[in-house]
């Protein structure tokens, strides 16, 4: 690809629909498991996770994502689409004012993201630097770790008493 060319797409954005990809393949059972409800097999559906410069500009086509996102139970791919673009995906019928999800799911949520953020930049600075690999799979690490808080934020602002 031409450096010269205008993308309407960050680096950091194209990280956070690695890590979703990634997210929802791991939801699903692995890119082994999943590649039998899809057209490519799972060395494919593994490289449109990876954020290793080889891999950096191959994503998942929408058929493939659609059937990733089915197989894991909830649209982790789509969300992360609607939410590049200012959108909140809700299922049909939910209205904004409607519970969300079970406290001690977000928590849950929040610690196992903040942890896994904190070993990946644990393991990057174990030898006083951070590489490019290191770099990107920090920063998709540190995105839902975000992504968590942000969940958890949302629901303490919408959240009228502690219940």
């Known amino acids: 690809m031409s450096s010269d060319r205008t993308r309407l797409t960050t680096e950091a ?12 393949l791991r939801e699903a059972g692995g890119a082994e498991c999943v590649q039998h409800a899809t057209r490519v097999q799972h060395p494919a559906l593994s490289k449109y996770a ?5 891999f950096s ?4 086509p929408l058929d493939i994502a659609l059937e990733v996102d089915r197989a894991s139970g909830k649209p982790v791919i789509l969300a992360t689409l609607a939410a590049l673009q200012g959108y909140e995906l809700r ?3 939910e209205s904004e004012d409607a519970p969300r999800a079970d406290w001690s799911a977000l928590l849950a949520g929040v610690t ?5 953020a904190s ?3 644990l393991e990057a600075l174990a030898d006083g630097k951070i590489d490019t690999r290191e770099r990107k799979h920090c920063l998709i690490e540190v ?11 949302k629901r303490l602002a919408d959240s009228g008493d502690s219940r």
Do not use: I, N
């Open 143 to 153: 995105e839902e770790a975000s992504h968590a808080l942000l969940r958890l934020q």
């Open 91 to 93: 299922p049909f019928g």
């Open 50 to 54: 990876s954020a290793g410069d080889e």
């Open 112 to 116: 196992r993201e903040t942890a896994e």
């Open 13 to 24: 954005e194209r990280a956070r629909l690695k890590a979703a990809t990634g997210r929802a």
């Open 57 to 60: 500009g191959r994503f998942m």
């Open 119 to 121: 070993v990946a930049l």
